[in-house]
């Protein structure tokens, strides 16, 4: 049941907030907040728990939603979902309290979009019944869509269409996949159900199962983004306010990783791994591509923006090795890269309050300034071009020394992303903070509320940078699982045998 | 002239009235032509309706010609009216001017 | 106790970076010099323990850092021998770098800053040195890319320093790339990253020669070019001048610079294995040297001419490497740091005399106005260009001389160029000594002595670059071998190719004679005939090459053509991003499509009954072409 | 004539005699309000009437009518959205005409016309429901005769509505001619016995196919339908939109099962073309559309293509899909419509995007209403269109109609653009005051029905098990 809580949780914050909001703003800020720094609470004490400890899967729940159609309320919590919940909800807390002071009109409904978001990015990283994932992954576009749409920038609606759009296209071909899935599973065993668990090992014809991962596939490229896919990314991400661009590229993006390991590579281990080349290609041209755009981008979220992309091919890299050290790199990746990226969209954020422009050839010459901000974008700054002793690093590292076993050429060519990505960087820092400036500032440094904004995400990089091991021992168990699997595709999977098969079946009739 | 079964004739008469009918309303501009090209066509099916029911011997075809008579009559009053309707309007019966709606 | 060493820079570092906007001068400066000066001391102390012990290392385990499957690194810090010898080094000529720095920053604003910065590297470039495992070498190898970064940009209100600085980690971090994928192949074939197991492993399971361990030596030698500023990624080293001259000191010619020598001689046994990366090393420390030399005897700036120096000499110990010189790589490593950390600083005391004034063509005669400053510098430059016997830089230099010959991995072309190289170094050090101090004053502002703060590091220096030569002799002169029996757990002693005891004195004359006729060309150069020097120097061969070495042999303008331009050039091109385009088309295409839609929508009704009439048309004859045909 | 039979027709019965008192009402006491009630009642009548004949089914009254679920599912289906429109349509109607009484005479009319389609399987009787509705149509369409677009569309559409009925009948002739029967089973038979179709009976079909074609509003005989929704009054276009389509879909599918359509390759294959030509053609023409009406009627057009890709799947889930499809369109199409009667003043319709801009930020609610209607329309999860459509895909992918669905994805994508583009519209913020015509208040009965309609999608797009179950039931019944 506690899963279930995680999600109601925030819904009955969104709802709350949004009532509140009419007659009091900071009460409404103050539920959205408690309400998600409740679910990271929660999500903390199970981590603490018995989170490192324990193999396979800590929490579990099922109950029939649709019968006829074997689609069940089926969440379900391991290592992986436990840890993007925890990152989930951290991030959306700071969103909350980044907000604060920058979104003054429509609170209210504002802190329900944001709310719901997250709920759906925490019911897509707990779900595993394909339907209710598809139902979810597409909840999280509405609310997403709005924040974008109406606190975003100028060309907001632009922005907003584009990623409603991409994500619906790519998600429908999802839906087509999942579908054929079924039915395939359903023809095989006469069992028709969208549990995850049952439709692992479907046997199938080896180009059906090509077409169906390339199904999967798109969608989560399109959310992660890869290259060819990434065109809604800068233009969401540059024109959402603050709050969307860090559940944008902390989260958001993290469902489409999230969803190649959960559920590309397991449901079709031979096709994937057929296709794994290709899909790395697309990683290492992310990445670079990725990087050099974001070089040349004049406006500071856009340059961020391109440097998701960089940093999300580097997922794609991980997730198509096939092996613990990339798999776990990957995982790594999603949570630095949200933190470190959700981070310097903050910044940005936080900047733009002060000086009314997203443009770097006006700012400049800050650093006197603002030091204190200077000094915290130095540090993520760090962090996205891979500075060893902060998470990135770690991340990048295991991706790379993990696809390295799968195939050198592109790792060599990825490796070229770390100078590629110090170029963009260390961009920011010459054409923000340093340099000279004709304009008289004075603005204040980081306040109160930024600071305790700030304050964790540093912490949370360096601790992620000096000792991972919390993270990387909770991803374990089911990376195991992942690269057993991988490894010899005729061998049950240890997640299905986790359970008494009988428990999770739906011997419904067929339709 | 060769051998052809009054059934064919028939349907052959039906038909060409219907592509006769169809014709008209196609060069017609006159609203009322139109209305009158249509019901045309409308006869065209109740005279098949006819021949098949004598051609099955069976009373169905002729009682469908029936509701055929009801409904064109209930179909140019109505059409009627509102071409009046539109006549006040528009002071003209050029189908072509009840354009305004577009795009 | 020993991570205490690299803890307390790096603690002293974290509580400047918090406070240093709130703590006074004062506070800050006993912050960021004694934490150093407590390092040095417990190194003193630890070293001392290492030595009474008569192990070959000593390991301490902090914790796990990174454990994915089988791949296992941790927070292990190593002492041994070689890395004693670095830490000794980074400690107390940092140490004495900071405690110059508080009289040489006094005046800046960013105090706190600065010493923030200088405390992350000197904490950064020990757990360089100490580390256990390669991953963690990598971190202190990048952290100190990082300081070295925010150093060079300290005074950041200048873009060209901005500029420089972003060159030297883009650079560097060129190399490390290169070093990150050995470390990918390294743990491949080995299953590890940590050092004395890989070292171990390897001759067990490598061939000498075989092609991976060739690449994996090659690709380790990728991060050490970049690092230690070697070719062909030497570029950023000139243009790194641009930041705090302690930083030069610290940073850009005794410790960081450095790196790449140290990540060699850890992994000797790699190179030993791969004959061809090991003749690259030396190929490499040879071309390094003279082309490095050439660059320095041209230039205007006094520290740009040291940052060439730098480069050059630590060609020499890549020569040296190369040969399989171990140990007189390092031995010249040692000498190297104190020699240039004083040239650098009597440099920055002169710079501070006449007012942040670099060019010696705008100096001269300081001889008079600067005696202490002017001793101390002479000392340093007669280390650095290898005065016989009485400077350290003499044996360190000599040794290497002799080796690139005589050792078995030697040559006599690489004795060649080791001997140009001397030659060079004594033109170009005592062309600089010349025109800073003797001649008549070229400046305007009225120099002014240095406080002491300043000065008595320059003394200690001063002191050790000429006694620190006398732990190594050559078989000539007394044959003390203290250092290489020191080094020799971990180096192995070099091989010789053939011990002939004439053969030395040969080759040590010849570099002796070779310093004394570059001084005396510098002499004429400088003071007796800069008329006629100059005539020569107008020579339209001359000019161009002079612009071409004064360029560092144009390799700026080669990678700017090669890489950084079409890099930009596409970036800015593709700036609006390509692949939108397709998308935006596409959605051009379905506006288009509505558009041709919407016109069929005329609102006429005959138009409509012809839609009607031309669909029946269509199903008919369909349905009917179907039955006939 | 048995009880049971009168029982079993108790929906048709209730709205046909309710019409002919409705008549008797008007020319006694011309009084809006009173026949606004007395329609009301005879809807709810109705409905109840629905319960009842649960228990008779499936009843079959030969030649004419089968009463089977199917049958009275979709004759829930048509009351019930017939309840909502009268509902919606007294504050519209109040405001404007004159003589108002006439227009609930003829939408009970029109009502019976499509109830009588719905449990139709002989060509008499359905030619007596289609014309019953139409002739119906033409009068409401053209009701407010003092708007010059209402002729305009009421004239079009007669002739073209009779053309195309010209059309069905000369088929229907055809087939009647060659086969000698009318009843639907009737000709089943005889195709089943026939080894060759003759000439006449495959161009009859595609003459028929021409007319039903024409209703359901399908391209390339779709022309119509955005001018008759522009013009038309607003509830009546709901009503065109929603009873008017979905009755002649509910006699397609008896027909297409009853003559076993499957087995005719062609047939599926023009079938096809049309759907994915519509889809493309509807969502293509409502790209940029600026009337709302009209970008409604583009839609339809486009989710009739998506209908048919159920329809054609061949799988049995397929007619479910339908069955759901359109319960959750009629509900989202009178959703939509109803936000547009609610925004309407006496003076014009609030009926181009521009009229709505920035009105989340006056009325929060109707603004909502919309958005929840159109993300339905689009096929959003939490609403009912969501479930739609993803029964529609799972048919077809049941059906392994690879091409269609790729189809129906491509178009799912374009769709989105302009319904969000309304959307976008809403929450634009503006300085600018809305439109005057825009009136202030807004009627209760309106927001209640609103209220009512959003519960329904939400339900079904949240909980649809129960919907679903009954479908299943009734499919399994007429297969």
């Not at chain 3, 140490?95 to 960013?110: K, N, P, Q, R, W």
């Not at chain 3, 005399?353 to 005669?365: I, N, P, S």
């Not at chain 3, 390509?578 to 005959?606: F, I, M, N, P």
């Not at chain 4, 189809?407 to 913020?429: C, D, E, K």
Request: glycine residues 8%; neutral net charge; aromatic residues 14%.
């Amino acid at each position: 049941m506690i899963l279930l809580y995680i999600i109601l949780i925030p819904v009955l914050g969104a709802l709350l907030s949004w009532l509140t909001a009419a007659r009091n703003t900071a009460l409404c800020r103050w539920i959205a907040l408690c309400s998600l720094l409740l679910d990271l609470g929660i999500v903390t004490a199970i981590w603490l728990g018995n989170g490192a400890a324990e193999n396979g899967w800590l929490y579990h729940l099922q109950a029939p939603w649709i019968p006829q159609f074997g689609i069940s309320l089926h969440l379900a919590m391991d290592g992986l979902s436990l840890v993007m919940l925890a990152l989930t909800f951290f991030l959306g807390a700071l969103a909350v309290l980044i907000s604060w002071r920058e979104i003054t009109t429509k609170t209210g409904f504002f802190h329900f979009n944001l709310l719901f978001v997250i709920t759906g990015i925490a019911g897509v990283f707990l779900t595993m019944d394909l339907f209710l994932f598809y139902f979810f992954w597409e909840v999280m576009l509405i609310p997403m869509y709005f924040l974008i749409g109406i606190w975003g920038h100028e060309r907001r609606e632009y922005a907003a269409y584009k990623f409603f759009i991409f994500t619906q296209a790519g998600g429908l071909l999802m839906l087509l996949s999942i579908l054929a899935l079924y039915f395939v599973h359903a023809s095989n065993t006469g069992v028709y159900t969208f549990n995850y668990f049952e439709l692992l090992n479907t046997p199938m014809e080896r180009t059906l199962a090509m077409w169906l991962m390339l199904g999967f596939l798109v969608a989560f490229l399109v959310k992660l983004p890869a290259v060819p896919f990434h065109t809604w990314l800068p233009d969401a991400h540059t024109e959402a306010p603050t709050a969307g661009s860090v559940v944008l590229a902390g989260l958001l993006l993290k469902t489409g990783a999230y969803g190649i390991l959960r559920f590309v590579l397991p449901l079709f281990p031979a096709a994937s791994q057929e296709f794994a080349p290709w899909a790395m290609l697309l990683g290492v041209a992310g990445i670079l591509y990725g990087g050099q755009l974001a070089f040349a981008q004049p406006d500071f979220k856009r340059l961020i923006a391109y440097t998701s992309v960089s940093h999300m091919g580097f997922v794609l890299l991980g997730a198509f090795a096939f092996n613990e050290l990339a798999y776990q790199g990957v995982v790594m990746q999603m949570i630095t890269h949200g933190i470190s990226t959700g981070a310097l969209f903050m910044l940005a954020g936080v900047l733009y309050e002060r000086i009314h422009t997203r443009e770097l050839s006006r700012m400049g010459g800050l650093w006197p300034v603002l030091p204190g901000m200077g000094t915290v974008t130095m540090i993520f700054v760090m962090a996205s071009l891979g500075l060893p002793g902060l998470g990135n690093f770690i991340a990048e590292f295991l991706v790379l020394l993990g696809s390295w076993q799968a195939n050198r050429l592109l790792t060599v060519l990825a490796a070229l992303g770390l100078v590629v990505a110090t170029v963009y960087s260390l961009r920011i820092m010459q054409k923000v903070f340093f340099g000279q400036t004709e304009r008289q500032y004075t603005l204040p440094d980081l306040g109160l509320r930024e600071w305790l904004i700030m304050a964790p995400l540093v912490l949370v990089i360096l601790w992620l940078g000096v000792y991972p091991q919390p993270v990387l021992k909770t991803v374990t168990p089911n990376t195991e699982n992942e690269s057993v699997k991988q490894k010899a595709e005729s061998k049950k999977p240890t997640a299905g045998n986790l359970f008494a098969p009988n428990s999770f079946q739906h011997k419904k009739q067929p339709l | 002239m060769m051998n052809i079964h009054p059934t064919t004739a028939g349907m052959t008469l039906a038909g060409i009235l219907f592509v006769l009918g169809l014709i008209s309303i196609l060069i017609r501009r006159n609203l009322i032509f139109m209305l009158l090209s249509v019901e045309i066509m409308l006869n065209a099916a109740g005279l098949a309706f006819i021949v098949a029911s004598s051609h099955w011997a069976q009373p169905d075809g002729q009682v469908m010609f029936m509701f055929i008579l009801a409904m064109a009559a209930a179909e140019v009053s109505v059409g009627l009216a509102l071409i009046l309707q539109l006549f006040h309007q528009l002071k003209t019966l050029d189908s072509d001017e009840a354009s305004r709606m577009r795009g | 106790m020993l991570y205490l060493i690299p803890a307390l820079p790096f603690f002293s570092a974290l509580l400047l970076i918090l406070g240093w906007r709130t703590f006074s001068r004062t506070t800050v400066s006993v912050i960021g010099c004694g934490s150093i000066g407590i390092s040095a001391l417990i190194t003193l102390a630890q070293g001392w323990q290492f030595l009474q012990s008569g192990h070959d290392s000593m390991v301490q385990h902090l914790w796990t850092w990174v454990q994915s499957g089988s791949f296992n690194a941790g927070m292990d810090l190593r002492l041994d021998a070689l890395s004693l010898a670095f830490v000794f080094v980074i400690t107390f000529v940092g140490f004495l770098i900071h405690v110059y720095s508080t009289g040489y920053m006094a005046d800046d604003a960013d105090y706190g800053r600065f010493f923030a910065c200088m405390n992350l590297f000197v904490g950064a470039m020990l757990m360089l040195v100490l580390a256990d495992n390669l991953l963690l070498l990598y971190l202190g190898w990048e952290g100190v890319g990082l300081c070295s970064y925010l150093l060079i940009g300290f005074w950041y209100k200048d873009p060209a320093n901005g500029y420089a600085a972003r060159k030297a980690f883009i650079v560097t971090r060129v190399g490390d790339t290169a070093m990150a994928i050995a470390l990918f192949m390294l743990f491949q074939y080995t299953g590890s990253l940590q050092i004395s197991s890989i070292l171990e492993k390897a001759p067990g399971m490598w061939t000498t020669g075989h092609a991976t361990v060739v690449l994996i030596a090659f690709l380790l030698l990728g991060g050490a070019v970049g690092k230690s500023a070697q070719l062909p990624l030497q570029t950023w080293l000139p243009d790194a001048m641009a930041g705090p001259t302690p930083v030069s000191a610290l940073i850009h010619a005794a410790t960081m610079v450095t790196a790449g020598v140290y990540l060699v001689a850890r992994t000797n046994v790699l190179f030993d294995l791969a004959p061809a990366a090991q003749t690259a090393v030396a190929v490499v420390g040879a071309a390094t040297l003279l082309l490095a030399g050439c660059s320095a005897l041209v230039q205007k700036d006094i520290k740009r001419v040291l940052a060439y120096s730098t480069i050059s000499q630590i060609g020499y110990m890549f020569l040296a490497l190369g040969v399989g010189a171990w140990s007189a790589a390092i031995f010249h490593f040692v000498t190297h740091a104190f020699f240039k950390a004083l040239l650098f600083m009597g440099a920055g005391a002169v710079i501070v005399a006449l007012h942040h004034e670099q060019d010696m063509f705008k100096m001269g005669g300081l001889r008079k106005s600067l005696p202490g400053v002017f001793r101390v510098f002479l000392i340093g430059s007669a280390s650095l260009a290898a005065l016989p016997f009485i400077t350290s830089g003499f044996y360190s230099k000599d040794q290497i001389v002799w080796l690139a010959w005589s050792s078995a991995k030697g040559h006599t072309a690489y004795w060649v160029i080791a001997l140009a190289g001397a030659f060079l170094t004594a033109m170009y050090t005592f062309r600089m000594v010349f025109l800073t101090f003797y001649g008549s004053y070229r400046g305007h502002a009225a120099p002014h002595t240095p406080g002491s703060s300043m000065m008595i590091p320059l003394y200690i220096l001063a002191f050790l670059s000429t006694v620190a030569g006398f732990v190594e002799l050559p078989h000539t002169l007394g044959h003390v071998t203290l250092f290489s029996d020191f080094l020799q757990p971990i180096l192995p002693a070099v091989q010789m190719l053939q011990e002939s005891t004439a053969l030395e004195w040969t080759s040590q004359l010849l570099a002796a004679g070779l310093t004394f006729l570059g001084i005396y060309i510098a002499w004429v150069w400088v003071i007796q005939q800069p008329d006629g020097m100059r005539r020569f120097a107008e020579m339209p061969f001359m000019q161009w090459l002079r612009g071409f070495w004064y360029k560092g042999w144009a390799f700026d303008e080669l990678y700017n053509e090669l890489l950084v331009r079409p890099f930009v050039r596409t970036a800015r091109l593709n700036r609006r991003d390509l692949v939108d385009k397709v998308y935006t088309t596409l959605a051009r295409v379905t506006e288009w499509c509505h558009d041709a839609l919407a016109r069929t929508q005329s609102g006429l009704l005959r138009w409509y009954i012809m839609g009607v009439l031309i669909g029946a048309v269509l199903i008919l004859s369909v349905l009917i072409w179907r039955i006939y045909i | 004539m048995t009880f049971n039979d009168l029982l079993s027709l108790g929906p048709l019965l209730n709205i046909a005699g309710a019409s002919v008192l409705a008549m008797l009402l008007v020319a006694i006491w011309r009084n809006h309000r009173l026949v606004y009630y007395f329609t009301v009642l005879a809807y709810l009548l109705a409905l109840m009437s629905v319960v009842p004949v649960a228990r008779l089914l499936p009843h079959e009254i030969p030649p004419l009518v089968v009463i089977d679920l199917f049958a009275l599912f979709n004759s829930g289906a048509i009351v019930g959205s017939g309840l909502i429109i009268v509902l919606l349509s007294y504050n519209y109607f109040e405001e404007r005409e004159e003589r108002k009484e006439e227009y609930y005479l003829l939408l009970l009319l029109a009502t019976a016309g499509a109830l009588v389609l719905v449990i139709s399987r002989h060509f008499m009787s359905l030619f007596l429901g289609l014309e019953m509705l139409s002739i119906s149509l033409y009068g409401l369409i053209a009701y407010l005769r003092a708007r010059e677009r209402s002729d305009e569309a009421g004239i079009k559409y007669l002739i073209l509505a009779a053309l195309s009925s010209a059309f069905l009948l000369f088929g229907m002739a055809l087939v009647y001619g060659f086969t000698g029967h009318m009843d639907f089973p009737g000709i089943g038979a005889y195709l089943r016995e026939t080894e060759t179709l003759p000439v006449s009976v495959i161009a009859g079909f595609g003459l028929m196919l021409i007319g039903i074609g024409f209703k359901l509003g399908v391209v390339p005989f779709h022309m119509w339908a955005p001018d008759i929704y522009e013009g038309a009054p607003l509830p009546v276009t709901a009503f065109v939109a929603t009873i008017s389509k979905g009755g002649v879909l509910v006699l397609l599918i008896r027909f297409y099962q009853d003559v076993n359509g499957k087995e005719y390759t062609m047939l599926w294959w023009i079938m096809a073309i049309i759907a994915v030509i519509s889809m493309f053609a509807g969502n293509w023409l409502a790209l940029t559309q600026q009337n709302i009406k009209r970008l409604l009627a583009y839609s339809s057009i486009a989710h009739l293509g998506y209908l048919l890709v159920g329809f054609l799947s061949g799988a049995q889930s397929g007619l479910e899909a339908i069955a759901f499809y359109l319960v959750a369109y009629f509900v989202t199409s009178i959703g939509a419509f109803g936000v547009l009667i609610v925004m309407s003043s006496s003076v014009q319709d609030a009926e181009t995007v521009e009229d709505y801009r920035g009105l989340f930020w006056r009325y929060p609610w109707v603004a909502l209403v919309f958005t929840v209607m159109l993300l339905s329309l689009a096929g959003i999860p939490l609403t009912a269109g969501f479930i739609g459509k993803f029964y529609i895909v799972m048919a077809g992918v049941d059906g392994e109609r690879w091409f269609l669905l790729i189809m129906l994805v491509i178009n799912s994508v374009i769709g989105l653009y302009y319904y969000i583009r309304i959307i976008a519209m809403m929450f634009r913020t503006s300085e600018t005051p809305l439109r005057t015509y825009i009136k202030p208040a807004l009627p209760l009965a309106g927001n209640i029905t609103l209220g009512l309609l959003v519960v329904v999608l939400i339900g079904l797009g949240v909980y649809p098990t129960r919907m679903m179950q009954l479908i299943q039931e009734m499919m399994t019944l007429i297969k």
